[in-house]
């Protein structure tokens, strides 16, 4: 055989080990994430645990196997694992078990003191706050049942800090239900807010505080006493949301037995780091990738529990297409738990305004709780994305905290305590941050403790999580007792920066979460096709057959996305092999010229380029491969991971309908055709049958087609004849179908019902609901009015 043959074989197999090697690097990657569609991001996300970087130590680790994320035990299992949903009242025997009513904290009947080497130096806790009322938008459409709170008063006022201050008076907010004010709301009734701390939430707060402070100053004697200074040296920090600030009131005269004023630190709305509520996109388009049908868990959970939804929606009056209710058991998980913390009882159907027998018993609230869990395990610890999305949205209050420690290590501080108010969203992420090895849904009064102790000139944490030391899946964090601070330091740093250095960054997707090494970069060989332009430049977007071939730089973002495709395979091409390219304006068509590389920039080493071997004769073709094989919208020159995501770009962006997979002109057009699919749920004012809308309803009595003899004349008469005795005075007849919000006017009661169900005008079907009523009043003296 010849030299040349030997060669030839030579080749092939060091390009056969490029290929392998580059396949492993490329699955070790991450992509932009700014970059990505949802769809996509998760997929890309979910391939692999090294999320922020390739260094083990930044990487997730997935949570043990437990009965809280077994989805097949939250669906087909009984009872609650025990937890606790009943009462705030934990037996003393039974203390550090989970209650959702009145988590568990440190106790100076359970608290382990460390061994004698350990000087304490410092604590910080974070809580959630303690029961309360349901938020507004978890209620049901109707309540059966009234919520007040006149065993409390919410205390508003300010008080001047000036040299010469007026005294004030202590004003409190009662609620009240007038008895003229037309406008009821939806939902909950009552002199509550919606959300307040209860009267029983207040006396857990206050007992919280008594706790600790039998802890950190009885039993370890480290926060001065009631008599002493202890205003220099115990700090308090609240969220912008007030029940934060009900709770602190409680917890600091449980803690120090004081009624004079008490600084609560806060920070300005809209960046607050402990809520959190600084705009952090990357990390809200993570965690949204992470309850959407792109997680396949997630999207199978949701299937499996479709029938459980038709019974809750049945009894509690919440229309179907309602997606608060229905993108997760949150709003029936919090409406549920609220009312038996409370041993309020649980809900009933209502039928004709009273409660029926078809009711919420424990065994449908129980399964309730149970997928409650097992979604918040799925979102801050199941699902691979968990830590980034964690790790970017409240990474400014790990920053924080980690400064805390270096200024006390430096003697700079002064505060030997701080107790953070906060909310389960916020102990949630940080639980998501240590990786706990258990998740749970963080519970009323949930409590993390971070401890930081000197030994021999060196320091240590120990943390807590419900009064015992957290256990961590990082390998490097373990069972957190005692961890070196230097090491849980590092971990931040990398996570969110010294400083909070790079979460802006990594928030808004100018910083990536992957370190693609500066040496090498990827290559997309798409199965034999020339499917992309140069893959880095145009953010793996297909390009049509008249598009010009030269983008300008991109991230890497899409590429990874396409290549991620199971179709697809990545490889790295080190920059020694790939042949000097033509500047950008010599660029071709990408269907007529041959492949080539983009001109490498002088400040990159190496260059991603796209190999393209068969070509396809016509442009047609290639479309035609693009659309079925990668999911392309030629129209918008993009490319979708799978085809659930295209149709999903088209329903939103070329008025394609879901259901039947119809394209329209326009979305007025799609939303009249959208109207097929919907299911009959309006009944008749006059008879039994049903109706897709209330307009579809009033044509049908304005058409002579219902039973009871109404027809379009019957209707303008009853209409006009409510003008008449409920109207205002001298109302022109003329306007009884006028829309009074925008002025329209039609000819009948049906078009200005369709007016105000389309989104031309903010007017809504309930504004005529006291015509309905008196439609359906008149119903048998039809005949009286058909003149």
Same mark, same amino acid.
């Given at each position: ?13 060091a390009l ?9 690097? #490329? ?53 609650t ?38 000087e ?28 007040? #709170? ?9 008080? @001047? ?10 004003g ?20 509550c ?17 008594k ?6 100053h ?35 005269n ?7 004023? !008490? ?27 992470i ?5 396949a ?10 029938? %459980? ?27 549920l ?13 209502? !039928? ?6 078809t ?119 373990? !069972?957190?007792?005692m ?31 992957? #370190?693609l ?42 590429? %990874? ?20 390219l ?17 001109q490498?920039?002088?400040? !990159? ?5 796209a ?24 129209? #918008?020159?993009e490319?979708?991971y799978?085809?659930?995501? %295209? ?7 070329h ?5 039947c ?14 109207k097929v699919?919907?299911e ?9 049958r ?57 000819n ?5 019902? @369709?007016?105000?169900?389309s ?11 006291r015509?309905?009523?008196h ?13």
């Amino acid at each position: 055989m010849s030299l040349a043959w030997f060669r030839c074989r030579a080749r092939l197999l060091a390009l056969v080990a490029v290929f392998l090697f580059g396949t492993f690097f #490329c699955l070790t990657q991450y992509a932009d994430m700014g970059s990505l569609r949802q769809g996509s991001l998760l997929a890309l996300l979910s391939s692999t645990p090294a999320l922020i970087g390739s260094d083990p130590k930044l990487k997730w680790y997935p949570p043990s196997e437990n009965k809280v994320n077994s989805l097949k035990g939250a669906i087909d299992g009984e009872g609650t694992y025990g937890f606790i949903f009943d009462s705030s009242v934990t037996p003393d025997e039974k203390y550090g078990t989970y209650n959702w009513c009145n988590m568990p904290h440190a106790r100076k009947r359970e608290y382990k003191k460390p061994e004698k080497e350990y000087e304490l130096q410092y604590v910080e806790v974070i809580q959630r706050h303690h029961k309360r009322t349901p938020y507004a938008a978890n209620a049901f459409p109707v309540e059966s049942y009234q919520w007040n #709170c006149d065993n409390q008063g919410l205390y508003y006022f300010g008080r @001047q800090f000036t040299d010469e201050p007026k005294p004030n008076a202590q004003g409190y907010w009662k609620g009240f239900i007038s008895d003229i004010n037309p406008f009821i709301p939806s939902g909950w009734i009552g002199s509550c807010q919606f959300p307040q701390i209860t009267a029983e939430g207040l006396d857990d707060s206050w007992v919280h505080g008594k706790d600790l402070y039998e802890v950190y100053h009885d039993l370890l004697k480290f926060i001065p006493g009631r008599g002493e200074d202890w205003r220099s040296r115990v700090k308090f920090r609240v969220t912008n949301n007030q029940i934060t600030s009900q709770v602190a009131g409680m917890f600091i005269n449980g803690m120090y037995q004081t009624t004079d004023s !008490v600084p609560l630190h806060i920070q300005q709305a809209g960046v607050d780091s402990l809520e959190p509520q600084y705009k952090c996109s990357v990390g809200s388009k993570l965690t949204s990738a992470i309850k959407s049908s792109s997680n396949a868990e997630w999207k199978k959970h949701l299937d499996k529990t479709k029938s %459980l939804y038709k019974i809750l929606d049945d009894i509690s009056g919440v229309p179907a297409d309602d997606e608060g209710f229905h993108e997760s058991f949150d709003h029936y998980y919090d409406n549920l738990s609220a009312r038996q913390c409370h041993a309020k009882p649980f809900p009933c159907k209502l !039928v004709d305004g009273k409660n029926s027998t078809t009711c919420v018993d424990q065994k449908l609230a129980n399964m309730v709780y149970r997928l409650g869990q097992w979604e918040y395990s799925q979102i801050y610890r199941d699902a691979p994305a968990s830590l980034a999305a964690s790790a970017t949205s409240w990474g400014v209050w790990i920053a924080e905290l980690a400064s805390h420690f270096r200024q006390v290590m430096a003697g700079k501080q002064d505060i030997l305590y701080l107790h953070n108010f906060a909310h389960d969203g916020s102990i949630s992420r940080l639980l998501s941050i240590l990786q706990i090895d258990v998740m749970v849904w963080p519970g009323m009064g949930s409590e993390v403790v971070f401890e930081l102790y000197k030994k021999g000139g060196k320091y240590f944490v120990r943390v807590l999580f419900s009064g015992k030391t957290l256990k961590s899946s990082h390998p490097d964090l373990g !069972v957190m007792e005692m961890v070196p601070v230097e090491r849980l330091l590092e971990y931040f740093d990398g996570l969110a920066g010294k400083d909070a250095s790079l979460v802006k960054g990594r928030c808004s997707g100018e910083i990536s979460l992957h #370190c693609l090494r500066s040496h090498l970069n990827l290559v997309c060989l798409v199965g034999q096709h020339r499917i992309l332009s140069y893959c880095p430049s145009v953010r793996g977007r297909p390009i049509k057959a008249s598009a010009p071939h030269h983008h300008p730089p991109a991230s890497n973002g899409r590429l %990874l996305t396409h290549c991620n495709h199971p179709k697809q395979k990545c490889v790295i091409i080190p920059e020694a092999t790939i042949p000097p390219l033509p500047p950008p304006a010599q660029a071709q068509d990408p269907v007529t010229a041959p492949a080539r590389e983009i001109q490498p920039q002088a400040t !990159v080493q190496t260059r991603a380029i796209a190999r393209h071997a068969s070509d396809y004769e016509t442009a047609d073709d290639l479309n035609h491969h693009l659309e079925e094989d990668h999911n392309a919208c030629l129209e #918008c020159n993009e490319m979708f991971y799978d085809e659930e995501d %295209l149709i999903q770009h088209d329903v939103d962006v070329h008025n394609r309908c879901p259901t039947c997979q119809r394209f329209f002109d326009s979305p007025s057009n799609l939303m009249n055709h959208e109207k097929v699919h919907l299911e009959k749920n309006m009944k008749c004012l006059a008879c039994p049958r049903m109706f897709i809308s209330n307009s579809a309803m009033m044509l049908h009595l304005e058409h002579g087609t219902c039973e009871s003899g109404a027809n379009l004349r019957v209707i303008q008469n009853v209409v006009a004849d409510w003008y008449e005795e409920y109207g205002p005075a001298g109302h022109d007849h003329e306007d009884d179908f006028r829309c009074e919000n925008c002025g329209s006017c039609f000819n009948r009661l049906s078009a200005l019902l @369709q007016h105000a169900e389309s989104e031309t005008c903010d007017a809504a079907v309930w504004d005529f609901y006291r015509i309905f009523v008196h439609i359906e009043y008149n119903q048998d003296a039809f005949q009286l009015f058909d003149y």
